[in-house]
């Protein structure tokens, strides 16, 4: 017997407004008009840095782009296909999407980017994002 799930497309809306508020994800159509899953972020912080853990299965490091701009942090990423169907063959069925994906996100202090490190390994992007030291007050003398 089949399981028969409804479809509810505002309940995502939904959670997407409750959970999104420190990071925000950001819809992206792939290259046939679908959907592309979601960029899954993990945002911690650890001794004066902020360490961002993403999720990009399939994604070669090249393909990786990370913008900093004071506390906006934005990834973006493309999936390739690597293998165009030859002429003889015919998909039957497909589930993985292909094309690109970003997410932006705001962090509560601004990130020094001379001392960000990013690593890309097994398809999970890992980034250390050190704090910008804070201004320090001065005093100035009245002649």
Do not use: C
């Not at 980017?113 to 005093?139: H, I, M, N, S």
Request: charged letters at 35%; a neutral charge; aromatic letters at 6%.
């Amino acid at each position: 017997m089949a399981n028969v799930t409804r479809f509810d497309p505002f309940n995502d809306l939904v959670d997407d407004f409750f959970k999104g508020f420190l990071v925000r994800p950001l819809a992206v159509e792939g290259a046939r008009g679908e959907t592309m899953p979601r960029m899954k972020v993990d945002v911690a912080e650890k001794n004066g840095a902020y360490l961002v853990s993403a999720e990009l299965p399939g994604v070669k490091k090249e393909d990786i782009q990370i913008t900093i701009d004071g506390a906006q942090v934005t990834l973006a990423a493309e999936v390739k296909r690597e293998k165009e169907a030859s002429q003889d063959e015919r998909v039957l069925h497909t589930e993985r999407a292909y094309g690109k994906v970003s997410r932006s996100f705001s962090l509560p202090q601004e990130i020094d980017e001379a001392k960000a490190e990013a690593k890309f390994r097994d398809g999970v992007l890992e980034l250390t994002l050190p704090k910008k030291a804070a201004a320090q007050r001065k005093q100035i003398a009245i002649q």
